[in-house]
């Protein structure tokens, strides 16, 4: 499942910034954003997991 999600992630990073440097936007930016959407899925499911154990 984590492998999953490892090649989930590299995609989305790999083609947010392609598609910035295809429609000329700010690189920063746009990554910023991908990483902070693999940050808001990790942080569901730890709480996900947490839940679980409790």
Excluded: P
Excluded at 3 to 22: H, P, Y
Excluded at 26 to 35: K, Q
């Amino acid at each position: 499942m984590a492998m999953k999600w490892i090649l989930f992630d590299s995609v989305l990073i790999a083609g947010t910034m392609a598609l910035s440097a295809v429609l000329g936007i700010d690189v920063e930016r746009t990554l910023l954003v991908a990483i902070l959407a693999i940050v808001l899925r990790l942080e569901r499911e730890l709480g996900e997991r947490q839940k679980i154990e409790k």
